[in-house]
């Protein structure tokens, strides 16, 4: 296949780095693989580090004192001190735990902080597009202590309404959980003015960095974020490891979310200290080779630049959003292109279920997502059961949007 510059990335170049791009499926036919909300796809140079640990220096961390755990636990509390850094966490390592995901690190505070400081007439204030990710996880959390869940209102053209905010986060407020980017509209939230708003009103904000972290550059400090949350796999790391930036006075105050092994610095009969910052929160053998091959994802993409690769994935945005707004029967949902929309498009095609639309795609070998992406009350919202989503990242071109378009041509066909 053909690629373009666009002007931000050498797209043709970093291709190169993916090797699975080259993978030819059904009738021989090469993968667009426009599926990068859910997973990106790996370089290389990551899967290099991967396999240099298994290879080279495979131990547990933390225990040992023979060479190759020394090896492994000094690069595995490095990957927590790059990662701080990739994110603008000025406190290295101690504000960086690693966790499985973003659900994890999600569901840990929720745990750790939500089960003991919420009570009855406490409020949480989630946004109307929040992944199931955080709106299931504070839901149930309210449940068990009896605090309420109000969320902020998202408006006609997709963004969150922020007189609304400003109304719900009050001073029964404890927590405001907020998506910076949205998996199903693309709207980039001001994560900034809710930070300030949260703690005007004496709250905590959490941000679900998801979809952030990996195509624009990422301030927590600048965010004033109390926590913040992200994953490997959609940032050209591996799957299985995400990180969680908590700032460390809250991070020393709270209780360890699991309990066991390394979180701990002294145990008796009757109880245990906690280990510091950030191994209070790692309990047991943690993704070593993951983590490590994390911060090498951090490198790659520091490499090609976060500015550019925003800059890459604004201008994909804004070709698919224009390519499919040529459609009458295409209803495309989130705001227009510009600086508050991610590099992704939800949409649907009249009278063909999101569900057929995805499984014609993938005859032309068109990899997209069709469901609620865990957005469910969203949908509801938008009054569909489900949409399809094309989602780009750094390896992605014009060329390959306009291959699904074609495909739609080829599904508007089939069923008119
Ligand atoms: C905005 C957002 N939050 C949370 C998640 C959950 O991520 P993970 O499955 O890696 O925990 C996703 C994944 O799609 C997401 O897009």
Not at 109 to 123: P, T
Not at 213 to 239: L, N, Q
Not at 296 to 322: C, K, P, V
Request: contains cysteine; glycine residues 8%.
């Amino acid at each position: 296949m053909e690629t373009t510059q666009s002007g931000a990335l050498d797209v043709e170049r970093i291709r190169e780095d993916f090797p699975i791009l080259q993978r030819r499926v059904g009738d021989d036919v090469q993968v667009v693989y426009l599926d990068n909300a859910a997973t990106t796809q790996t370089p290389e140079q990551v899967i290099d580090v991967f396999g240099d640990y298994y290879r080279g220096y495979n131990a547990n961390v933390h225990r040992g004192i023979h060479h190759l755990s020394q090896e492994a636990s000094i690069a595995y509390e490095e990957a927590h001190d790059r990662m701080a850094e990739f994110i603008g966490a000025s406190g290295g390592r101690e504000e960086m735990v690693f966790t499985k995901n973003t659900t994890e690190s999600i569901n840990l505070v929720a745990y750790a902080w939500g089960l003991n400081e919420l009570g009855s007439g406490d409020r949480v204030v989630l946004t109307e597009m929040e992944h199931h990710a955080s709106l299931v996880t504070w839901q149930q959390i309210a449940k068990r202590t009896g605090a309420d869940v109000e969320y902020i209102r998202v408006d006609d053209d997709g963004r969150l309404d922020m007189d609304h905010a400003a109304e719900l986060i009050d001073e029964d407020t404890e927590m405001v959980s907020a998506v910076h980017v949205s998996n199903t509209l693309g709207t980039v939230n001001p994560v900034a003015d809710l930070a300030e708003l949260a703690h005007d009103a004496g709250a905590y904000i959490f941000v679900d960095g998801a979809q952030a972290v990996p195509t624009r550059p990422v301030d927590v400090e600048a965010i004033d974020a109390d926590f913040y949350a992200f994953s490997g796999h959609k940032m050209a790391g591996p799957t299985g490891i995400g990180g969680l930036y908590g700032k460390k006075e809250i991070l020393e105050d709270m209780e360890p979310f699991l309990y066991g092994g390394d979180m701990i610095t002294k145990v008796t009969y009757e109880d245990a200290t906690w280990n510091e910052l950030p191994w209070k929160y790692e309990a047991g053998t943690p993704l070593i080779a993951e983590g490590i091959a994390m911060a090498e994802a951090a490198d790659y993409l520091d490499e090609l630049g976060m500015d550019n690769i925003r800059t890459h994935e604004e201008q994909l945005a804004e070709y698919a959003y224009d390519r499919l707004s040529e459609f009458d029967d295409i209803e495309i949902y989130g705001p227009e292109p510009g600086p508050d929309r991610g590099g992704l498009v939800s949409f649907n095609l009249d009278s063909v279920h999101a569900h057929d639309l995805a499984s014609i795609m993938n005859d032309s070998a068109v990899a997209i997502r069709a469901g609620d992406h865990c957005t469910q009350p969203l949908h509801d919202k938008l009054g569909v059961a489900a949409s399809a989503r094309a989602s780009f990242y750094v390896y992605n071109t014009r060329e390959e949007i306009d291959v699904l378009v074609d495909a739609i041509d080829d599904a508007r066909e089939l069923f008119s």
